[in-house]
């Protein structure tokens, strides 16, 4: 649908195919009262967003059960032209074995090095997206 000169909202099932047609995004919590963004490489399983982490910030949202926002984007700047998803939900800590157990056997690997033995989990509770097409270069 498109709306205000070159905007369209996506719909949720576009924004299903283009959370899974990505590997890196970033995810957004809250750190003393102040907005914190880091990137993630993540799969999006089952309606939610899945990353590995290790001690740090994004665990300790997903402990709390703490509202986090993860988006994903691309543009063309040739164009002018690209999209945003974002996913606002709980983020919690995966526990359960046979969960574990097959987010372990995916193909869903931490591109940062270091130790990222934890999975967090964002249910997708709001899902939204939005693409801006150009009327034209240099319009």
């Known amino acids: 649908m498109l709306i205000d000169d070159g905007l369209e909202i996506l719909t949720e099932a576009q924004c299903e195919a283009l959370l899974s047609s990505r590997t890196l995004g970033r995810i957004g919590v809250t750190i003393g009262g102040l907005p914190a ?3 993630v ?8 967003v899945v990353f590995r982490t290790g001690p740090g910030a994004k665990l300790r949202a ?4 703490i509202v ?4 994903i ?6 164009l002018q032209a690209g999209w945003s998803v974002l996913v606002i939900g709980r983020a919690a800590e995966v526990t359960d074995e046979l969960e ?16 990222r ?5 964002v249910e997708a509770e709001v899902v939204s997206g939005r693409r801006i097409v150009s009327a034209g270069v240099g319009a």
């Open 37 to 39: 963004i880091f990137p």
């Open 100 to 115: 574990l157990a097959r987010l372990a056997a995916s193909t869903l690997s931490p591109w940062a090095g270091g130790s």
């Open 73 to 78: 984007d691309g543009y063309d700047a040739t």
């Open 62 to 65: 997903a402990s709390r059960g």
């Open 41 to 48: 490489n993540y799969a999006y399983v089952d309606g939610s």
């Open 68 to 71: 986090v926002a993860f988006e």
């Open 117 to 121: 033995e934890y999975y967090v989990r």
